[in-house]
């Protein structure tokens, strides 16, 4: 036994050094040479009892976390509480260890997007401090929302419960409605774009430089990025996601490729429209 742990120990710093050297660009980079122990059980007694999960260097930052998560399958079985709690609406269930399938989530998308109704909300994001987080799929035609509750466990995130629902019904226009018929029809996107459409990219002529500008209807389809179509991600780290609130802004960020774009949307008279685009992205 002794000499297993001292192995795992030389496996942990090989992998802390190797981390050192080559430092994160995108949030959901790939974490290579990944070692995790948190799921080593030992026989006591004639029974076999886990052991608390080990921290990894994935767990600090939660965005590291879910994506080694969905990458990685034997990684993914060891962090869910099995049998995992699963609520299809009011109706609840629990999915044992040998039914688990693989969940991929976002990852093998060029993109993912998350939701805010604030722009101070986007400071959250990366924050370190934070002990519970939800990663959603809104699905726009069906108007459910699939919810994965994660947790941190003695310095190790777990998945603890899944719960799909509807969407709640509300008098106003739904941001989620408004989105999938605006992504989708062409006519009714040109008819909720703010004129001049406020522009913010990155300055061609200084690397450092951020430019500020307008967009002509017909620019904004030559600028503007791919809008999904059937379903929103979104990673709520305790930001706010108000249905009433009167704006939002939507993230497209790229996995692992170094876009970035932002999408501003405000409620005027009950309707939704968008009023800047932001793209500064490498």
């Known amino acids: 036994m002794k000499k297993i742990i001292a192995g795992v120990f030389v ?16 949030p959901f980079a790939p974490i290579t040479s990944l070692v995790d122990s948190v799921m080593q059980r030992e026989d006591s007694v004639g029974e076999n009892k886990p052991q608390a999960p080990i921290p990894t260097e994935a767990d600090e930052s939660f965005n590291d976390f879910i994506y080694t998560f969905a990458s990685d399958d034997k990684f993914q079985h060891q962090r869910i509480v099995f049998p995992l709690p699963y609520y299809n609406g009011e109706v609840p269930s629990k999915i044992e260890e040998r039914y688990w ?34 990663v959603e799929w809104i699905y726009m035609k069906t108007r459910m929302v699939k919810k994965y509750y994660f947790q941190r466990m003695k310095g190790c995130w777990m998945l603890e419960a899944i719960n799909l629902r509807p969407i709640a019904e509300s008098d ?4 989620v409605e408004f989105f999938s018929r605006f992504a989708s029809d062409s006519l009714f996107q040109c008819e909720r ?30 600028f503007k990025p791919p809008l999904p179509k059937d379903r929103l991600s979104n990673i709520n780290y305790g930001q706010s996601n108000n249905d009433h609130s009167q704006t939002k802004i939507l993230a497209l960020k790229g996995v692992g490729n170094g876009f970035s774009n932002l999408l501003y949307f405000q ?16």
């Open 11 to 26: 496996i942990l710093n090989l992998f802390a050094s190797c981390n050192n050297k080559k430092p994160s660009i995108d």
């Open 172 to 175: 106003d226009e739904r941001f």
């Open 101 to 134: 399938k693989h969940d991929v989530l976002f990852t093998k998308q060029s993109y993912y997007t998350l939701l805010f109704d604030k722009e101070k909300d986007m400071d959250i994001v990366g924050d370190t401090d934070i002990n519970s987080v939800q």
């Open 193 to 222: 774009i703010r004129q001049p459409l406020v522009f913010v990219t990155n300055d061609p002529d200084d690397d450092f430089s951020i430019l500020e500008t307008t967009l002509e209807l017909n620019q904004w389809f030559a």
């Open 267 to 282: 409620r005027k008279g009950g309707k939704w429209e968008l009023y800047k685009f932001e793209d500064t992205g490498i």
